[in-house]
């Protein structure tokens, strides 16, 4: 059995962060939607190009492409042992796909840990973003700087801020996954894979909890 892990909470919780500490620790691939549209926007692929266009004001891509594109990621050979997937599902029609396509293949979510930051917090740390052009590694401007200004530690590539990182767009996210991400709390308590983790903590302390979270649940040593 592939066990699937699901990073759910809002843009700027530290889910991409935490995942990639956690996946490492795990041996196991980290999914991001979010960097894998990125990817095909600077490949300029046709759905880089279409995804690019709900992105940039705050939307979410359509479920279609979205549900086809992560369908397309998981059943690669590097996902033999399971992954953990960041920012997907985000509506109750990703997440009911994402059943059906784990079920098809004899895989299941083994944890779904939701990180819960204030909303206030949220902001401080999309507004101070910094984004790595190669790899989608992820700084911050005050509470997690690079080693160099301007450089990811991990691959040397470029930083930048994500447009969508701005103010005006980072207000209309937050409202998104109010209104189409945060059901699928409840929609992962009901089938008792929520753990809930607090999130406005050092990004080590947090990186603890989780991996002793989904380790120790492996019968593996952390
Ligand atoms: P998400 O993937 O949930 O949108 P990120 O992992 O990209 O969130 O983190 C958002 C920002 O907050 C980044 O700048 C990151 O460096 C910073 N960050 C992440 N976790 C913490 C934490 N525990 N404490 C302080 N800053 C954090
Ligand atoms: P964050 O974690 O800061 O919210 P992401 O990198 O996960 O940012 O996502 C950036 C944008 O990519 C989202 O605002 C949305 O437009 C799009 N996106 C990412 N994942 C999904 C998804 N599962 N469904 C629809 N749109 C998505």
């Known amino acids: ?3 699937f892990y699901v990073f759910l909470g809002p843009p700027g919780a530290g889910k991409g962060t935490q995942a990639k500490i956690v996946a490492a620790r795990m041996g196991i691939p980290q999914i991001s939607s979010g960097d894998i549209f990125r990817e095909n926007l600077t490949n300029q ?3 880089g190009i279409l995804a690019n266009k709900y992105i940039k004001v705050g939307e979410l891509v359509p479920d279609d492409i979205t549900i086809s594109m992560v369908r397309g990621r998981i059943s690669k050979a590097d996902c033999a042992r399971g992954a953990i997937l960041d920012g997907f599902p985000r509506t109750p029609a990703q997440a009911e796909a994402f059943d059906g396509i ?3 293949n004899g895989c299941r979510i083994n944890k779904v840990p939701f990180i819960k930051v ?3 917090v949220l902001i401080e740390r999309l507004s101070g973003r910094l984004t ?3 790899e989608g590694h992820v700084f911050h401007k005050v509470n997690n700087p690079p080693r160099e200004a301007g450089i990811c530690d991990y691959d040397g590539s470029a930083l930048y801020q994500r447009e969508d990182d701005k103010p005006e767009t980072v207000a209309r996210r937050i409202r998104v996954y109010e209104q189409q991400t945060r059901p699928l709390i409840e929609y992962y308590m009901e089938r008792g894979l929520l753990v809930e983790i607090d999130g ?7 990186s603890a909890e989780l991996t002793k979270i989904l380790l120790d649940d492996e019968g593996n040593d952390v």
Do not use: Y
């Open 132 to 134: 790595c052009r190669a």
């Open 45 to 47: 692929t046709e759905m």
């Open 1 to 3: 059995m592939r066990d």
């Open 102 to 104: 784990l079920k098809e």
């Open 118 to 120: 204030p909303e206030n």
């Open 200 to 206: 406005d903590r050092s990004i080590d302390l947090v």
